[in-house]
């Protein structure tokens, strides 16, 4: 099937008017025919009002976008790019580009979308629609737009998506219902172009003059990880970086050497540098935590420092600079939910925290910093920067996303100081040289798994005994051990019952294989380990906690300090997902006082044991939050000295 040849052909009810713009799956064409009702899961209206004769021939006539896919119905590409923007369209979020379901004959497939009359940025930065943006642009408008597209982005990373594509082509700014341009995403599911891209570019293929320059496009803004087929929440933080970089340089990033930002552009502030270094570090898990706590160290120092002298209506001005109007559809989806009450340009209403997506939509729960006037943050900012800071780390450790199923508020316990309350602030806590520590810890690993096993239980069934609990603790039909939190202010804790693991002086290697299978976001299960009698009737214990979402944590429990905060962040190695295994393994090494973290047998982490906590204790199993249910099979424990 040739694509690029398609303009006055038709494709279910559309015909396709001209080629818009070439991609590595598909390439985009402007078409006219019936807009489908916007595609989301919500029911209809019980009694909808019929449409006016405007209303009718507005229909019959309207111009829509579709991305003609390089694959057939029955393809798998087709199939998953479709399942993922039916779940992006579901999202309810104003920043997302609307959709319109699928166009289809028994040769071609098409992903139908809202049209952008006025191009995208990447249009505008290239002159492509009729437009000149000089570069670099005022931090604050970046700043506006990095805000407004993390939005998008935790909408979509809490609903156990990725983009995978985060480019200028794929960024519009449109007019919002009070008259102030917003930013809108499109093309998500399509990230697999571009380990295809890096494969064209590097065997020297022929190609069209329009597939090389988006072959080199492509690899602009992807992260070092999607090169080889890994796409993660990490890798959209990472391409809004590089994007921003560009935006606030003219140059896009060095892979090899990154140029700090305020050496190339003297009007932003120093402390900028440390923040995109960070975002657009190599290995994902040397970035930002998620998308928000990225947004909101961003905007803290284009916000405290002016960096220009423009003015709010200047900044909304500039904004709207970078891409045309809205279309009227797409008009329509942003006046979905609550209108902004807000100065034009604001993409929140100022009396109340900026939320993503509609109320009652799964993503309601997860908040940015609100997208207000440079005039009203810089202010505010000095007297509540420290609390928005403590606040949206919170936010970031208590929410955690779901592959599958609703995406529900965060739970804090009360009077508990855990892994999901307010006194917890992590940050990510990685190597300085992240290949040879993991080099050296996977050797560690390999070497303690040769020594003599001195407990395991493949726990099918409780012939060695552990302490069952009723429906809280009990071994399934499934044949493995359940552990289901039905405690409202504690996690739920069981030791394995050889008793070998309290004689391990030197350290221990637990390992066991975990599946949430019933969880909501703050959710964690696990391994615990040192587990050590304070002979007060309290534990002290370290904590090897996983989300659902491909996320690790670390803590330290000890009664009295309650949780202190070792090390978290996301790792390909493990597998997102309710129902999704994953083997666990903690390695403690009492004599060279470290703890190393792995998934699925790869290297995740290190952190350095505790002065204040124990060196040696029992090891157990671990579920966090009341209602969260996980399993566990195939327990093992090796002592570190042979």
Excluded at 459 to 484: C, E, K, V, Y
Excluded at 488 to 500: F, N
Aim: glycine residues 8%.
């Amino acid at each position: 099937m040739d694509v690029t040849a398609l303009e006055g052909a038709s494709l279910g009810p559309y015909r396709l008017l001209r080629r818009l713009g070439v991609g590595g799956v598909g390439d985009v064409y402007l078409a006219q025919g019936p807009t489908p009702p916007r595609l989301t899961s919500a029911p209809a209206p019980a009694t909808p009002l019929p449409p006016g004769p405007a209303q009718v021939a507005a229909q019959a006539s309207a111009q829509v976008a579709i991305k003609v896919l390089r694959a057939t119905p029955t393809d798998t590409l087709a199939q998953d790019v479709s399942r993922q923007i039916k779940a992006a369209a579901d999202l309810h979020q104003s920043h997302i580009i609307p959709y319109y379901g699928v166009a289809q004959d028994a040769t071609m497939f098409g992903v139908v979308m809202a049209y952008a009359p006025g191009g995208s940025l990447g249009d505008t930065l290239d002159g492509r629609n009729g437009k000149a943006l000089t570069l670099p642009l005022d931090g604050r408008v970046v700043a506006r737009l990095v805000t407004q597209l993390a939005r998008a982005l935790a909408a979509a990373h809490a609903a156990g998506l990725t983009h995978g594509d985060l480019k200028p082509n794929n960024i519009f700014v449109r007019t919002s219902p009070t008259g102030g341009p917003f930013a809108v995403l499109s093309d998500f599911g399509q990230g697999v172009a571009t380990p295809t891209a890096a494969h064209l570019l590097a065997r020297g293929a022929q190609l069209a003059p329009e597939q090389a320059t988006w072959a080199r496009e492509q690899l602009h803004f992807a992260a070092p990880e999607q090169l080889t087929g890994t796409t993660l929440p990490a890798s959209d933080q990472f391409a809004l970086a590089a994007i921003a970089y560009l935006l606030l340089t003219g140059q896009a990033p060095q892979r090899e050497t990154l140029t700090p930002p305020s050496q190339l552009n003297p009007a932003l502030p120093a402390e900028l540098d440390a923040v995109l270094r960070r975002a657009l570090a190599p290995q994902p898990e040397n970035r930002y935590p998620d998308m928000r706590l990225f947004a909101a160290a961003f905007d803290e120092p284009l916000a405290v420092v002016a960096g220009s002298s423009l003015s709010a209506s200047a900044v909304t001005r500039e904004f709207a600079r970078l891409s045309g109007p809205m279309p009227a559809v797409a008009e329509r989806r942003a006046t979905a939910g609550p209108r902004p009450t807000g100065a034009p340009g604001s993409s929140a209403p100022r009396n109340a925290p900026a939320a993503i997506g509609l109320p009652g939509s799964p993503s309601q729960a997860l908040a940015l910093p609100a997208d207000t006037s440079p005039n009203l943050r810089r202010p505010l900012a000095i007297a509540t920067g420290l609390a928005l800071v403590i606040a949206l780390v919170t936010c970031a450790l208590s929410l955690y996303t779901l592959n599958s199923g609703p995406i529900r508020s965060a739970r804090t316990l009360p009077g508990f100081n855990g892994p999901n309350a307010a006194t917890a602030i992590p940050t990510a806590t990685v190597s300085a040289d992240q290949q040879r520590a993991s080099q050296q810890a996977t050797s560690q690993l390999a070497a303690v798994s040769t020594h003599a096993v001195v407990f395991s239980d493949s726990l099918a069934d409780n012939s060695h005994h552990w302490a069952t609990q009723g429906t809280a603790i009990f071994f399934g039909t499934d044949h493995r051990l359940h552990l289901n939190n039905q405690i409202t202010s504690a996690a739920l804790t069981v030791d394995d019952p050889s008793g070998w693991s309290n004689q391990l002086g030197q350290g221990v290697l637990a390992q066991v294989d975990v599946t949430i299978i019933n969880a909501q976001p703050g959710d964690l299960a696990g391994l615990r380990f040192l587990v050590s009698d304070n002979g007060d009737g309290t534990q002290s214990y370290y904590a090897y906690f996983i989300s659902p979402e491909n996320r690790y944590e670390l803590w330290l429990y000890q009664p009295g300090q309650n949780w202190s905060f070792m090390a978290s962040g996301y790792s390909s190695a493990l597998k997102p997902g309710l129902g999704a295994t994953n083997s666990l393994a903690a390695l403690v090494n009492s004599q060279k006082g470290d703890i190393l973290l792995f998934a699925n047998g790869q290297f995740v982490a290190q952190a350095p044991l505790s002065a204040a906590g124990p060196t040696t204790g029992a090891v157990g199993l671990i579920v966090l939050n009341n209602g969260a249910e996980a399993t566990f099979s195939h327990y093992v424990v090796y002592p570190v000295n042979a």
